[in-house]
């Protein structure tokens, strides 16, 4: 059982990496497709992956709604829609 626990912090500390890589790269990148297919990785990860990640990363993937791009933008607002509990 120890064994397994071991595996899924270590599983968990990946996607937290890959997520930091891929938003990292993001932030850089210039051309809306290829951004695109970069958000449409964070979101399986963050999603489907490990939800436990959304806390972090959902402030950090919020500031690409100031991008100068309306795709870029509804994107991010389609993701993040999901995520909202209604009140």
Do not use: W
């Amino acid at each position: 059982l120890e064994g397994m626990e071991i595996v899924a912090i270590t599983s968990s500390e990946r996607h937290r990496e890959r997520s930091f890589a891929i938003l990292n790269d993001l932030r850089l990148q210039t051309e809306v497709p290829v951004k695109i297919k970069m958000l449409k990785c964070l979101k399986d990860i963050i999603l489907v992956e490990d939800p436990s990640l959304l806390d972090e990363f959902l402030p950090l993937l919020m500031d690409f709604r100031s991008d100068g791009d309306d795709t870029v933008k509804i994107f991010i607002l389609r993701y993040v829609r999901p995520t909202i509990s209604p009140l």
